[in-house]
């Protein structure tokens, strides 16, 4: 079974650019989360989506965005790239028994960096 | 503002010895608390998790004590190994497994064990 699978891996911006994230969840998941992962804050939440809803969503500016589709295939964009956005974004994706989200799958991230 | 804090940042552990990493946390709606290991160039993975209903779990080599008055929890890794040496991330969530999606993360702890 294929896991989870991200692109670009490696990406380049300047500042002021936007860019685009894509993310492919384990077949049959439904539930896509995002983190994004910097030495200095460590892992954190930007969002979760369930059947192309958002249900959560964590403490970033509206810089960073991001949808499903009903093929459950996930991306996100952040756009005024600034050079704190440089950083590892990783999906995650769970199944949803019942309303609840399981086990997070995390894939192997898209490595931005800005310039 | 931390939710889940983590020590020691770094640890180095001689082969066959324990390597015990510890996690505190202040939200009381908790209600589950995973273990994540990040080998390099690699997003984290689930290793061992646990409810507050119980104390300890167990699963080969690693286990879970979880400390439901003060707060805390802790991973204790057993017969230490080379191959065990990453980063280990303790993380938190809360609302009965249905925002699990969201999870709050340690800052992280790099292990590692010596030959």
């Known amino acids: 079974k294929a896991g989870v699978t991200q692109t670009p891996r490696y990406l380049i911006k300047t500042r002021g650019q936007q860019v685009t994230l894509s993310c492919s969840p384990i077949?049959?998941?439904?539930?896509v989360s995002w983190y994004q992962q910097t030495p200095g804050q460590g892992l954190q939440f930007l969002f979760e989506?369930?059947?192309?809803?958002?249900?959560n969503k964590g403490n970033f500016p509206g810089r960073f965005s991001g949808r499903q589709f009903s093929n459950s295939r996930s991306e996100m964009n952040v756009s005024t790239l600034e050079l704190g956005d440089s950083a590892l974004y990783l999906c995650?994706?769970?199944?949803?028994?019942?309303?609840?989200?399981?086990?997070?799958?995390f894939g192997e991230g898209s490595r931005l960096t800005v310039l | 503002q931390q939710q889940v804090k983590q020590s020691p940042q770094s640890l180095i552990v001689q082969k066959g010895g324990i390597s015990i990493i510890n996690c505190a946390y202040e939200?009381?709606?908790?209600?589950?608390f995973p273990w994540y290991q990040q080998f390099p160039g690699k997003g984290p993975a689930l290793l061992i998790a646990i409810r507050p209903d119980v104390s300890e779990k167990k699963e080969g080599r690693f286990t879970i004590s979880f400390n439901k008055s003060a707060k805390q929890f802790s991973l204790h890794i057993m017969d230490s190994q080379p191959g065990d040496s990453a980063t280990y991330f303790c993380a938190a969530s809360q609302g009965g497994g249905s925002t699990l999606g969201r999870l709050y993360f340690g800052r992280g702890t790099q292990l590692t064990v010596w030959p």
């Open positions: 939200n009381t709606a908790f209600d589950y």
């Open positions: 077949s049959g998941h439904r539930s």
């Open positions: 995650a994706s769970s199944l949803v028994t019942s309303g609840v989200t399981g086990e997070l799958f």
């Open positions: 989506y369930f059947s192309e809803t958002q249900r």
